[in-house]
Nanobody, 114 residues
Framework: QVQLVESGGGLVQPGGSLRLSCAAS????????MGWYRQAPGEQRELVATIANVGFTNYADSVKGRFTISRHNAKNSVYLQMNSLKPEDTAIYYC????????WGRGTLVTVSS
């Protein structure tokens, strides 16, 4: 089973930046798509951004222009650069891979607060 491990979360002030990382236990080239989702307290999990194995990206409207998803195939990793963070970005951020199966990491907490 694919293991996904997220890192990079933490506490940041509004307007600040964070970079999340997701390390996979196997080559990410075997996945059709990888993505970041988030779940705020009391809310459903929602899509943040996805990146296909051919490089196409997709973003939620709420993060367009502020977040950037990228991948490093040789490191089997996907990243989420988050700029101009807002309090409403506070959530647990989860990494997902889509291949022979759909797999999730355990998440990393991002808190945006002054």
């Amino acid at each position: 089973q694919v293991q996904l491990v997220e890192s990079g979360g933490g506490l940041v002030q509004p307007g600040g930046s964070l970079r999340l990382s997701c390390a996979a236990s196997e080559s990410i080239l075997s996945f059709v798509r990888m993505g970041w989702y988030r779940q705020a307290p009391g809310e459903q999990r929602e899509l943040v951004a996805t990146i296909a194995n051919v490089g196409f990206t997709n973003y939620a409207d709420s993060v367009k222009g502020r977040f950037t998803i990228s991948r490093h195939n040789a490191k089997n990793s996907v990243y989420l650069q988050m700029n101009s963070l807002k309090p409403e970005d506070t959530a647990i951020y989860y990494c997902q891979s889509v291949g022979r199966s759909i797999n999730w990491g355990r998440g990393t907490l991002v808190t945006v607060s002054s």
